[in-house]
């Protein structure tokens, strides 16, 4: 069956008259649906642990879409959470945990073999996707990268410059690395579950990787990422891997060779043509329409959907937006999206 499922052909790199489509954040709060399903759960990490409305949230794009993957609904500070770290969130606001500032605030965390327990109804949740989703739909799993897990768990919370984690970085490195060393081999594990669970895919998204400049990008974005890779693979050969770098501009460049990748997700700061030149010609990529357009949608929406399309046809493709989509996003934008990638 995975030989037939579009989004498998083009990880194995196949080009494709029609790339596979599937959406950041597809399942989420511009739809009426999941809207109604987290109010049903009580809160966001409720429903992260609630393993049947977490499959109901996932496979609710797929009814309405038909989309050619489906991806795991979670969130990637669960992990750190399994690991110990106090987490909740605020309304409106978004994530927080409690802070990594000393050995002594690390040294409280558990240990890699104890994140399973936490971490088991995300894994029935894949199980259940397995089971449910249409036979043609590829299930995608996920965690964050190191990186980008830590400046959330130095922090506390999100900030704009990831400034807290630059610091212990650049002031506390053996803490910093003694960090990225637990994360790095604790996600190998976590996503190993996720394979084993029914995952045929997964995707590691480094979503603060831009704001890592030269050897700091190679120490903390590409080299968590390749020992990531290759754990899984040691495990799972036949699984491809997903490497999201968002923001890494030229860095995106050879970053499929450096990690053993299957494919590169590209944000939409790079244009099609660059991807296609730089990228595309070391395996399959993925992107990069703009989230913006799922708000606006129109002619423009339908104009740079046809470029990117036209632009990495002549490679493998799947494509997606640069970014997650937004919750002021029209349903009906995504549809258009859709419509015009399958040339209706």
């Not at 991807?275 to 010609?281: I, L, P």
């Amino acid at each position: 069956m995975t030989e037939t499922k579009k989004m498998m052909r083009a990880l194995a790199g196949e080009t494709l008259d029609t790339p596979p489509i599937w959406m950041m954040r597809q399942a989420g709060r511009y739809l009426p649906e999941y809207r109604a399903t987290r109010a049903q759960a009580g809160d966001f990490l409720s429903l992260c642990y609630n393993s049947e409305l977490a499959a109901e949230v996932t496979l609710q794009p797929i009814r309405r879409y038909g989309f050619d993957a489906s991806i795991l609904f979670a969130d990637i500070l669960l992990l750190p959470q399994a690991l110990g770290a106090d987490l909740w969130f605020v309304t409106g606001e978004g994530p927080r945990l409690s802070t990594i500032e000393s050995q002594a605030d690390f040294d409280k965390l558990k240990g890699i073999g104890d994140i399973h327990e936490t971490l088991a109804p995300v894994y029935e949740t894949v199980r259940i996707l397995s089971r449910e989703l249409p036979s043609e739909t590829t299930l995608i799993g996920f965690a964050g990268a190191p990186w980008t897990v830590a400046t959330y768990m130095i922090a506390g919370r999100g900030t704009p410059d990831q400034g807290p984690a630059h610091k212990l970085k650049d002031e506390n490195p053996a803490l910093f690395g003694q960090i990225i060393d637990l994360l790095t081999e604790s996600t190998i594990e976590y996503l190993s579950q996720q394979i084993e669970a029914g995952a045929e895919t997964v995707k590691i998204f480094d979503s603060w990787a831009g704001s890592l400049k030269g050897a700091d990008f190679d120490k903390y974005a590409l080299e968590p990422a390749k020992r990531i890779i290759a754990g899984l693979k040691a495990r799972h050969p036949d699984v491809p891997i997903i490497a999201f770098p968002r923001g890494a501009g030229a860095r995106y460049e050879g970053f499929a060779k450096a990690t053993g990748a299957d494919c590169v997700a590209v944000d939409d700061a790079v244009s099609p043509e660059w991807v296609a030149e730089h990228v595309q010609k070391d395996g399959c990529v993925q992107g990069n329409l703009k989230s913006s357009h799922m708000v606006t949608g129109g002619q423009a929406l339908v104009d740079e959907t046809r470029k990117i399309v036209e632009a990495l046809g002549k490679g493998p493709h799947i494509f997606n937006l640069g970014h997650g989509i937004t919750p002021d996003a029209d349903p009906e934008n995504v549809q258009l999206m859709i419509d015009t990638v399958r040339g209706r």
